[in-house]
């Protein structure tokens, strides 16, 4: 807050006091935790001590309410992300406890003992050799598909798919 800009030590270096002739200025940053995203910067050319003591008051209220509105806009962006990106490999309610989080989205590793499933048609390769490539697809999509439903009915993870072998984690 500054009631005389072009008298004021801390801006008498800026040409653009001078230049745009700016009489008085508020400026309030915009922080979410420790990190600025923006400003609102108010100026008067026209009046010495345009803005007062409650003007500051009120912008900063402001930019808090704005910095709030950015951050929920943002988390709910984060969660729509995250839920496109695993919604087709994990069960709802692994989905759930991820997007639980809260703030900390970010995806850092943790050690944890897991259990990892590897499954595979038996005699895939000759099976299709009888049935052609049009039933292999539709006959691997089914298995696939019921192996995926019971991965995910049992709150695992679907990590990938090779030809006719599907592999889980829990």
């Given at each position: 807050?500054?009631?005389?800009?072009?008298?004021?030590?801390?801006?008498?270096?800026?040409?653009?006091?001078?230049?745009?002739?700016?009489?008085?200025?508020?400026?309030?940053?915009?922080?979410?935790?420790?990190?600025?995203?923006?400003?609102?910067?108010?100026?008067?050319?026209?009046?010495?001590?345009?803005?007062?003591?409650a003007d500051l008051s009120f912008v900063i209220a402001f930019a808090d309410q704005a910095a709030i509105a950015i951050d929920n806009?943002?988390?709910?962006?984060?969660?729509?992300?995250?839920?496109?990106?695993?919604?087709?490999?994990?069960?709802?309610?692994?989905?759930?406890?991820?997007?639980?989080?809260?703030?900390?989205?970010?995806?850092?590793?943790?050690?944890?003992?897991?259990?990892?499933?590897?499954?595979?048609?038996?005699?895939?390769?000759?099976?299709?050799?009888?049935?052609?490539?049009?039933?292999?697809?539709?006959?691997?999509?089914?298995?696939?598909?019921?192996?995926?439903?019971?991965?995910?009915?049992?709150?695992?993870?679907?990590?990938?798919?090779?030809?006719?072998?599907?592999?889980?984690?829990?």
């Amino acid at each position: 807050l500054s009631f005389n800009a072009a008298a004021d030590p801390r801006y008498s270096q800026h040409p653009s006091i001078q230049m745009f002739g700016l009489r008085a200025i508020l400026c309030v940053p915009i922080r979410i935790r420790d990190r600025m995203i923006g400003v609102i910067y108010l100026d008067n050319r026209l009046k010495l001590g345009a803005f007062a003591e409650a003007d500051l008051s009120f912008v900063i209220a402001f930019a808090d309410q704005a910095a709030i509105a950015i951050d929920n806009a943002t988390l709910a962006e984060e969660k729509k992300h995250i839920r496109a990106l695993f919604e087709g490999y994990v069960s709802s309610e692994v989905l759930d406890e991820i997007l639980s989080r809260g703030d900390d989205l970010r995806l850092a590793g943790q050690s944890k003992v897991v259990t990892v499933m590897f499954c595979d048609i038996r005699g895939f390769s000759r099976i299709t050799d009888r049935i052609g490539a049009k039933r292999t697809v539709a006959w691997t999509q089914d298995a696939l598909g019921a192996l995926s439903e019971c991965v995910m009915r049992e709150e695992g993870v679907l990590v990938d798919y090779v030809g006719d072998e599907l592999m889980a984690m829990w």
